[in-house]
């Protein structure tokens, strides 16, 4: 049991301000053993918070929060922060882990500026509320606090581009643990690693060159140290990047060591660092990368993409038995987009992985730059469908989002075999892009699972039956059957239909059901609006027949328990039998 001697006293940043600087040490050693109670016991971001202690205390014994505004870019470190502004009860108290979510929050506390759960927006975000502050008046600080790694991101160049034009106070705060997600990768990041050998004299400085004063931090994890910079830096009149040098996972061992593992992490046990939740259950993820290994040996035409998350992609093996058919482009989804297009018009054959909750960041070029252009490349959008996911991941939207861009063929696999299939079918073809959705769920063992081969625009009925049509789209096809068995215990005998294409309606499988059936249900593991289900209606409103859409509310969920959401939702086989009957 942890004594919280220095940390009980903290509750605002005002008290953190009366402490003497002798007492930071203590107290940041506190801080990291609240951060491990909570992440040790739920999961969280252990190694980038665990790394950002000292620089956090420092940013709240220098500068007034909330008047002067931090800006936590992708939150993946905001842990300290929160727990230095009112919030430490949710790091110590077992019972009040679910008090605070693992990124700002502005309806938390009034230190939070924005809800942020995703890379390389803070120095734009911040950028806009310094050009806002400049045209009222107002003079407080602007702080962009933002990870190497987030530097690869696209949105991070455009704001440091744009920011660097500012003749006004505007500080950035780079923390920099040479560590992306995992490895990082990009030009800037050899910048990086000579401004770091130099101590931050090296004449070759891209932040200097775009416009921006520079100041360099070897020792990033000494408070004291720190402070002294950020009280020089407080009321700068101009840009100003502070490079800080910092040891991701500072603290604790394990997360040191195996610093890929440790950015984010289920429960494991401190002593240790051996995860509680390990499973050797099969899931699309691995999978995937299995099928994928298998054909890089024996295609040297594959080429995998993938954006910073190799470890959540299963892509860890992949990428050390294929470093020469392996790409990781940091955090990157519009680049790789790009990318992947032109490797596929080039004659390659790319497979690039995203998760679901992340490809909405590269809508522009699935659109303009693959689709338009018509290449053959295979796109895998995983860990998708109804989750318990906090507000910042949600993986619901995907199918309004990709199934309504021409030239896209949307692909949703039902199990093991299909999934399969499927990667066989999109990596043979030639003419399009081909999109491939995967749920979070392990895979189904269904009671009638499909069987026939990939044709274009084609469905599969894998029972046939009369009267009603149940259209489970991608893992759904399981609650269609589950609720087809519920039908048949009232004396129905509903047909059961495996979609296949999100996107491509099998019309004449529509004709041919209109005919026998008076009442279609749409089952779909993700977002109604815009989805799977509506475009079924729209094929049958002119017919007659009566039709039921299942599915998500278009909504911002956070954390809340699947059963809850799929009752919320009426995906229960119970309550859809009630809404038709």
Not at 183 to 194: E, F, R, S, V
Not at 249 to 276: M, N, V
Not at 398 to 416: F, G, Q, T, W
Not at 502 to 516: A, F, H, P, R, V
């Amino acid at each position: 049991m942890t004594d919280y001697n220095i940390l009980q006293t903290i509750n605002t940043p005002s008290d953190l301000k009366k402490l003497e600087l002798s007492k930071l040490p203590e107290l940041c050693t506190e801080i990291r053993h609240a951060i491990l109670n909570r992440v040790s016991k739920i999961g969280g971001h252990v190694g980038p918070n665990l790394g950002i202690v000292e620089l956090a205390v420092a940013l709240h014994y220098v500068f007034e929060s909330p008047k002067d505004k931090i800006i936590w870019d992708v939150s993946h470190q905001c842990y300290p922060h929160k727990i230095l502004t009112g919030r430490k009860s949710a790091f110590m108290d077992d019972n009040k882990f679910q008090d605070s979510t693992g990124y700002t929050a502005p309806e938390e506390s009034e230190h939070d500026i924005f809800t942020i759960g995703h890379t390389s927006t803070s120095i734009s975000l911040a950028y806009g509320l310094a050009r806002a502050r400049n045209t009222i008046g107002n003079k407080e600080n602007i702080i962009a606090v933002i990870g190497d790694g987030s530097l690869s991101g696209g949105e991070a160049f455009e704001g440091l581009d744009n920011a660097a034009e500012l003749n006004s106070n505007f500080i950035i705060i780079i923390n920099d643990n040479e560590m992306s997600i995992a490895q990082n990768h990009g030009g800037i990041y050899g910048n990086l690693a000579k401004l770091r050998a130099s101590k931050g004299t090296a004449s070759d400085n891209y932040f200097k060159a775009i416009g921006f004063e520079y100041t360099y931090v070897e020792e990033g994890n000494n408070a004291e140290k720190l402070i002294k910079v950020l009280q020089q830096a407080k009321d700068t009149p101009k840009p100003l990047v502070i490079h800080v040098h910092t040891l991701k996972g500072c603290g604790y061992r394990p997360a040191t060591e195996d610093k890929e593992r440790f950015h984010w992490t289920t429960p494991f046990d401190i002593q240790s660092g051996q995860d509680l939740t390990t499973s050797n259950e099969e899931n699309y993820g691995s999978i995937i990368a299995d099928y994928l290994d298998k054909k890089a040996e024996q295609d040297k035409q594959i080429m995998v993409i993938n954006a910073a998350t190799p470890g959540a992609l299963c892509l860890k093996e992949y990428r050390s038995k294929h470093p020469e058919q392996y790409i990781d482009v940091g955090i990157a989804e519009e680049h790789a987009i790009a990318a992947t297009s032109g490797m596929a018009h080039y004659g390659i054959k790319p497979v690039a992985l995203f998760f679901g909750g992340f490809i909405q960041r590269a809508y522009d070029q699935v659109s303009q730059d693959l689709c338009l252009n018509k290449s053959p490349a295979v796109l895998i959008i995983e860990g998708t469908g109804i989750s318990s996911s906090d507000i910042t991941h949600l993986a619901i939207f995907d199918i309004p989002l990709l199934s309504n861009i021409p030239n896209l063929v949307c692909l949703a696999p039902s199990n093991k075999e299909e999934t399969l299939r499927m990667l066989d079918w999109a990596l043979e073809q030639k003419d399009f892009p081909v999109a491939i959705r995967t749920p979070w769920q392990t895979p189904a063992n269904l009671q009638y699972p499909p069987k026939s081969g990939i044709k274009l625009g084609r469905s599969e009925i894998t029972k046939r039956g009369e009267k009603i049509a149940l259209f489970g789209l991608g893992s759904f096809l399981e609650l269609a059957e589950k609720t087809a068995a519920v039908f048949e215990q009232k004396g129905f005998h509903p047909t059961i239909i495996n979609p296949r294409f999100s996107n491509i309606l099998d019309k004449e499988m529509l004709e041919e059901l209109s005919q026998t059936h008076d009442t279609i249900i749409t089952l779909e593991d993700g977002c109604l609006a815009g989805g799977f289900g509506e475009k079924i209606a729209r094929f049958y409103g002119e017919k007659g027949l009566k039709t039921y859409c299942f599915g998500a509310d278009k909504e911002f969920t956070n954390l809340v328990p699947l059963k809850e959401l799929y009752h919320r939702y009426e995906l229960t086989p119970e309550q859809i039998i009630q809404k038709v009957l």
